[in-house]
């Protein structure tokens, strides 16, 4: 199905993953987060968009380790009284 980018700016988050969510790196995650960033001007600017996406996610990876660390770290002390720091500081060398 061919839409217009008018079109393509009206439609529901579903539907603009339907038509796009396989079109650019087969990810649908690429097209769900892209919409969110509409109107889109023209079919240029949609793919700039969808390129740019993946990037913004691999420059924050490193980022997003530490913080998943320091949470993963806090939710153990709050389980088990423990924490990774405390752990390592326990193993026999």
């Known amino acids: 199905m061919s839409k217009s980018i008018t079109q393509l700016n ?12 396989t079109v650019f790196e087969h990810t649908p995650q690429i097209a769900h987060k892209a919409w969110n960033y509409r109107p889109f001007l023209d079919a240029t600017q949609v ?4 390129y740019e996406l ?3 996610v691999i420059a924050l990876k490193p980022l ?3 913080v998943n660390t320091i949470i993963f770290d806090s939710l ?4 088990d009284g423990t924490s990774r720091h405390d ?3 326990s193993l026999p060398l």
């Open 76 to 79: 153990r002390r709050c389980t």
């Open 64 to 66: 997003l380790t530490v």
């Open 10 to 21: 009206q439609v529901s988050q579903e539907k603009f993953v339907n038509v796009l969510g």
């Open 54 to 56: 993946p990037s913004a």
């Open 87 to 89: 752990q390592k500081s």
């Open 47 to 50: 793919h700039q968009r969808m």
